[in-house]
């Protein structure tokens, strides 16, 4: 039921920027955190930002601090990704992800199929 679906992944040159979309469904998006998550070929999977529930707070990994923006729109269940400046090593999938709450004491993080971004000349 709980969906995540990533959208706005492409080639882009460097320095260059991408926005990132994440849509969700199946879950009360306005309760949750919602995170952003990369995996570079051969690499294993890098945190890169995550946002709270209210869309109040966030927090960035130190490779992209700076250079990246997270924001939420809880009208259309989206999370965003804001990319600028973009260096090759931020070649990667970007997946987005949410911890839900699926019985008590229970949760269970859900992942989206992921999209692909390329930095490359």
């Known amino acids: 039921e709980v969906q995540l679906v990533e959208s706005g992944g492409g080639l882009v040159q460097p320095g260059g920027s991408l926005r990132l979309s994440c849509a969700a469904s199946?879950?009360?998006?306005?309760?949750?955190?919602m995170s952003w998550v990369r995996q570079a070929p051969g690499k294993g999977l890098e945190w890169v930002s995550v946002?709270?529930?209210?869309?109040?707070?966030?927090s960035y990994a130190d490779s992209v601090k700076g250079r990246f923006t997270i924001s939420r729109d809880v009208a259309k269940n989206t999370v965003s990704l804001q990319m600028n400046s973009l260096k090759p090593d931020d070649t990667a999938v970007y997946y987005c992800?949410?911890?839900?709450?699926?019985?008590?004491?229970?949760?269970?993080?859900?992942w989206g199929q992921g999209t692909q971004v390329t930095v490359a000349s």
């Open positions: 946002i709270n529930s209210g869309g109040i707070r966030s």
């Open positions: 199946g879950f009360t998006f306005s309760s949750y955190a």
């Open positions: 992800n949410v911890r839900v709450a699926v019985a008590p004491w229970q949760d269970y993080t859900y």
